[in-house]
């Protein structure tokens, strides 16, 4: 019996090399950590630590836990999935067990 294929999903060997295409760059992982080790180290926060209130609550805490929230919102972000690029050429089709049409 021959198989009616009317899918449209890749062979499996092209999604073997979509896998590095997925999830963030190695890159911007990178700047972000890197972000946020200057962000949370001393000298930027001594620039919040004054006797401020925000909503009635100390200036430093909130701070701290805003860039928190941002780098996790930027992680997300970041973490989206990429779209895979649709390819150029498809590859041949296989024959078909059988010969009949």
Same mark, same amino acid.
């Given at each position: 019996m021959s198989?009616n294929r =009317?899918?449209?999903?890749?062979?499996?060997?092209?999604?073997g090399?979509?896998?590095a295409?997925r999830?963030?760059r190695p890159?911007?992982?990178?700047?972000?950590?890197?972000?946020?080790?200057?962000?949370?180290?001393?000298?930027?926060?001594?620039?919040?630590?004054?006797?401020? =209130?925000?909503f009635?609550?100390?200036?430093?805490?909130?701070?701290?836990? =805003?860039i928190?929230?941002?780098?996790i919102a930027?992680? %997300?972000v970041?973490?989206?999935?990429?779209p895979?690029p649709a390819?150029?050429?498809?590859?041949?089709?296989?024959?078909? %067990?059988?010969?009949?049409?």
């Amino acid at each position: 019996m021959s198989e009616n294929r =009317t899918s449209a999903a890749p062979p499996p060997a092209a999604e073997g090399a979509g896998g590095a295409e997925r999830g963030p760059r190695p890159q911007l992982l990178v700047a972000l950590f890197a972000a946020a080790v200057v962000a949370f180290n001393f000298p930027m926060l001594i620039v919040w630590d004054a006797d401020a =209130t925000v909503f009635g609550l100390p200036l430093l805490p909130v701070a701290l836990f =805003t860039i928190w929230g941002g780098f996790i919102a930027a992680l %997300a972000v970041a973490s989206e999935r990429r779209p895979r690029p649709a390819p150029d050429v498809l590859p041949p089709a296989a024959p078909r %067990a059988g010969g009949g049409p």
